[in-house]
């Protein structure tokens, strides 16, 4: 089992940056595919971006390439994502998740799961 937490949301403008972190705990994180996704009012929850166990590989949905980072340190078991120029677009809750060996970015694949945390990003 694997425990996530996420901290980072709040309230910022268009144009300003914010920083998600995700503390995990339980089983070791290092051998986890690690991602973020985010969910809108009324829309369903959608892939943000993905990173493997170690690291060296990333992967972004198009409309956060750019602007968004994930990253991850396993020493300290945690995942991160750097979010600038955000938009109010990219106003939504966003939700840490891990996976076991995985290259898909349906939350479906994912079987571990953080509470969320709301991201504002007014206009």
């Known amino acids: 089992q694997v425990q996530l937490v996420e901290s980072g949301g709040g309230l910022v403008q268009a144009g300003e940056s914010l920083r998600l972190s995700c503390a995990a705990s339980?089983?070791?994180?290092?051998?986890?595919?690690g991602a973020w996704f985010r969910q809108a009012p009324g829309k369903e929850r959608e892939f943000v971006a993905r990173?493997?166990?170690?690291?060296?590989?990333?992967c972004y949905r198009d409309s956060v390439k750019g602007r968004f980072t994930i990253s991850r340190d396993n020493a300290k078991n945690t995942l991160a994502l750097q979010m600038n120029s955000l938009r109010p677009e990219d106003t939504a809750v966003y939700y840490c998740?891990?996976?076991?060996?995985?290259?898909?970015?349906?939350?479906?694949?994912?079987?571990?799961w953080g509470q969320g945390t709301q991201v504002t990003v007014s206009s």
């Open positions: 998740a891990a996976a076991r060996l995985t290259f898909r970015n349906d939350p479906g694949a994912y079987a571990y």
């Open positions: 339980g089983r070791t994180f290092s051998g986890y595919v």
């Open positions: 990173i493997t166990w170690t690291g060296d590989s990333t």
